[in-house]
């Protein structure tokens, strides 16, 4: 039997569009032979669909489209179609619900497996939405007894190593009951190293089993998330005879005997998946595109301040959307350095963007003596440095309604970790594309756009990082060293280490550590108010990371 896996970028809640999809994908497969399509995980619905799930009419509609799905494979009966989406536990009344794997064929469902584990960790929240499968069963089909399975189900091996989360492997259940063929729905998303991962799990599965698997993923960028996509075919003996490309739509052809034979050779997949900093560019790219199309925006603006953040945002911004489409503006201020309007116009020059300059001296001037009556008697400080940075989001603000964009937001990880950022300045926005990348990945990811020809100037790459909101001002005066703060970060936030073990480990100073971890506690409430941030580490701020605002620890 030929088997099809359609790597697919649904879009959430699109219904309509996400069917279409799949239409035009079933004429492809069944033109080329295919006895059996395989979609995502939750594809009908597009995951994770949220609190759309809470709405019966949501729910009402997920009912008609699989039976749209149903109608489709009548004129298809040659190939099936199995894909997941959302089923009602008909025992409860059909008040409850299933992440379900659905198969297709000849105008009728002719069988449904629900998802077993439901992961609740990170940025998962199944058990909000559904309940687990009641039973596993297995499924004749041409020939093959079909095991199916749903992302999180493939994930918890019990002849690993690791931790386990759930009691079973289902898996391992699957093929006690009689299972000869493995397959996985997954919605995987995205992290640096995830594919890799994904890869080393699936592969020992199969070759404990010692059966076949096929995984498909989906792609694509929904809100935080960025789903890579990297569909599997491994063998029996835990061979990957084929990867689907990496962060792109593909249809994946398989032919099942193929994976019951020795391999001609041990030869990398072709779609092996790139180096890190050229991964990190495919998937920014793809969750800026993504964001600003499913969203219904066409443009971007974004702030240049001549350093390194804003420019690589910038650089990215462009290749997601094109330089016709993105608006540099930069709005020096009295402690501007001149290479910040400078840095500022070569790299728009260089990504080819319309670049306007906003002096804001007089704004700030008038916003001081505005203050002043109440102001009197006081040290300047913070106060009067934000309203620069609140000047500039304000402005932005004001262009991106008035010209129907989005202003992108252009803080690293690291800034936002400690609070090193303006609420309502420079914290305005309504996407945060490199909020996930602690600052030494920025200068990484920077120089790696720099390895053909100069994107970024130099000079914006070698000049010592700066705020620029009072004179002489440097980020050093205010921050540890970043390659410290870094390391700590990713010790303390991915991790989840204390300052004591930090400390004990690395040898660093012990109020450094505990400043830090302080300000990364202290700031919860900013990062709260924060826009959505592409998540590309394995603890990114935002929905996998939820901590109180309001509290003592």
Known sequence: MKIALAQLNPTVGDLEGNLARLEKVLAEAAGNGVGLLVLPELFLTGYPPRDLLELESFIERCDRTLEKVAGLSATRPATAILTGTVTRNRLAGGRRLFNSAVLVENGQVVFSQAKSLLPTYDVFDESRYFEPARKLEVFPFRGETLGLSICEDAWNEEHAPLPHRYEFNPLAALKELGGTLLINLSASPYHL?????????????????????????????????????????????????????????????????????????????????????????????????????????????????????????????????????????????????????????????????????????????????????????????????????????????????????????????????????????????????????????????????????????????????????????????????????????????????????????EGFSPEIVTWIINAVNRNEYKRRQAPPGLKVTSKAFGCGRRMPIAARF
């Not at 199969?206 to 993923?217: A, I, R």
């Not at 804001?360 to 913070?382: C, Q, R, V």
């Not at 690293?412 to 926005?429: P, R």
């Not at 994107?455 to 010592?464: G, H, N, Q, R, S």
Request: charged share 25%.
């Open 193 to 505: 190293g995830k594919e890799k991962l994904r890869a080393e799990i699936l592969a020992r599965q199969g070759q404990h089993l010692g059966l076949p698997l096929v995984m498909v993923n989906q792609v694509g960028g929904n809100d935080e998330l960025i789903f890579d996509g990297n569909s599997l075919t491994i063998d029996a003996g835990g061979r990957i005879r084929d990867q689907a490309p990496q962060f792109r739509e593909h249809l994946m052809y398989c032919e099942l005997d193929k994976l019951r034979r020795e391999p001609e050779s041990e030869t990398r997949p072709a779609g092996t998946a790139p180096l890190p900093m050229q991964q990190l560019e495919e998937a920014l790219v793809l969750g800026i595109r993504d964001y600003f199309r499913k969203c219904g925006f066409c443009e971007a603006v974004i702030g240049l301040s001549g350093g390194i953040d804003s420019a690589l945002t910038c650089a990215l911004a462009v290749q997601a959307l094109g330089p016709d489409r993105v608006w540099g503006i930069t709005m020096p201020s009295p402690y501007s350095s001149g290479g910040s309007v400078s840095d500022s116009r070569r790299l728009a020059a260089n990504l080819g963007i319309r670049f306007d300059i906003i002096a804001i001296e007089k704004l700030f001037s008038t916003y001081l003596e505005s203050l002043a009556p109440l102001f009197k008697d006081t040290e300047p400080g913070l106060a009067e440095e934000n309203i620069q940075a609140r000047i500039r989001g304000n402005l932005l603000m004001a262009i991106a309604n008035k010209f129907d964009r989005l202003l992108l937001t252009t803080g690293n990880k690291s800034e936002m970790a400690v609070g090193y950022c303006t609420l309502y300045g420079d914290m305005s926005g309504g996407l945060a594309p490199i909020s996930d990348l602690p600052k030494g990945m920025v200068y990484e990811l920077a120089r790696h756009l720099n390895r053909s020809r100069e994107t970024i100037p130099e000079t914006t790459l070698t000049k010592e990082p700066s705020a620029e909101l009072r004179p002489d001002q440097k980020d050093r005066d205010s921050l540890p060293p970043y390659e410290l703060l870094d390391r700590v970060l990713e010790l303390y936030i991915d991790h989840g280490l204390d300052a004591r073990t930090i400390t004990d480990r």
